[in-house]
């Protein structure tokens, strides 16, 4: 069946590192794939996004692998701040279809001082 | 610009009871979205609009209904709540109804079904 999930539901990481976020996907179909950040009692807001022509992409401090041969991708968020707890998820869709994007369960990040 | 505004913030309401769950975007998006959220769960689609005047089911639309009267607006109503129906609930918007359009959440409605 069709699933996005990820590999810990919690991640604990000392502030100044790098946080490095698994996804596994199940449906080789899809081709799109999206980062979301929701802070505690706020909506998601998006991070990132790529699709499955590109094994990389980066933003601003974050970076988005693909790895479609194990359909997997990661989020690496570089020089994790306080700023940066909050529940990461991802998310999957296929561009030419009418179907509509598939959320995994995510994982919360907490920084330690 | 407020974005995307929800009401109410929370409530908590008895099973039987009809509630309406209010969503309004100022960004002139044409697709809006509703998603419910339960712990240990991701997003679930409940219905969509992809434009207005039209609608559509996503996963889990039992239960549930909706309409889309003009562009900014697009309620959820649960005819007669459910304990199951307990959760939190996520409007968004994109600006097409296409399936790399970049949703955009608003600060969700905390439901409570007793």
């Known amino acids: 069946g069709e699933s996005v999930g990820l590999h810990l539901p919690t991640l604990s990481v000392q502030e100044g590192d790098n946080s490095i976020i698994n996804c596994a996907y199940s449906?080789?179909?899809?081709?799109?794939f999206i980062w979301y950040k929701q802070e505690s009692g706020k909506g998601p807001q998006f991070i990132i996004d790529?699709?499955?022509?590109?094994d990389k992409r980066q933003g601003q401090r974050v970076t988005v692998l693909l790895n479609k041969t194990v359909k997997h991708l990661s989020l690496q968020i570089a020089a994790t701040q306080p700023g940066d707890s909050a529940v990461y998820f991802c998310?999957?869709?296929?561009?030419?279809?009418?179907?509509?994007?598939?959320f995994g369960s995510g994982t919360r990040l907490s920084i330690r001082p | 610009i407020a974005g995307i505004t929800q009401a109410p913030t929370s409530q908590i309401l008895a099973a039987g009871r009809r509630m309406t769950l209010r969503c309004t975007q100022d960004?002139?998006?044409?697709?809006m979205y509703w998603y419910r959220q339960d712990l240990g769960l991701g997003l679930r689609l409940i219905h969509y609009?992809?434009?207005?005047?039209?609608?559509g089911k996503g996963e889990v639309p039992d239960g549930y209904s909706v309409s889309r009267a003009n562009t900014d607006d697009f309620p959820l109503t649960l005819a007669s709540a459910v304990p199951s129906q307990t959760s939190v609930y996520f409007c968004?918007?994109?600006?097409?109804?296409?399936?790399?359009?970049?949703?955009?959440f608003g600060p969700g409605t905390r439901l409570t079904v007793l």
């Open positions: 449906n080789s179909a899809s081709d799109y």
């Open positions: 968004a918007s994109s600006e097409g109804g296409g399936s790399t359009d970049t949703q955009y």
């Open positions: 998310a999957e869709n296929r561009i030419s279809s009418a179907s509509k994007i598939i």
């Open positions: 609009s992809n434009t207005a005047g039209t609608t």
């Open positions: 790529i699709r499955s022509n590109m």
């Open positions: 960004m002139r998006h044409n697709a």
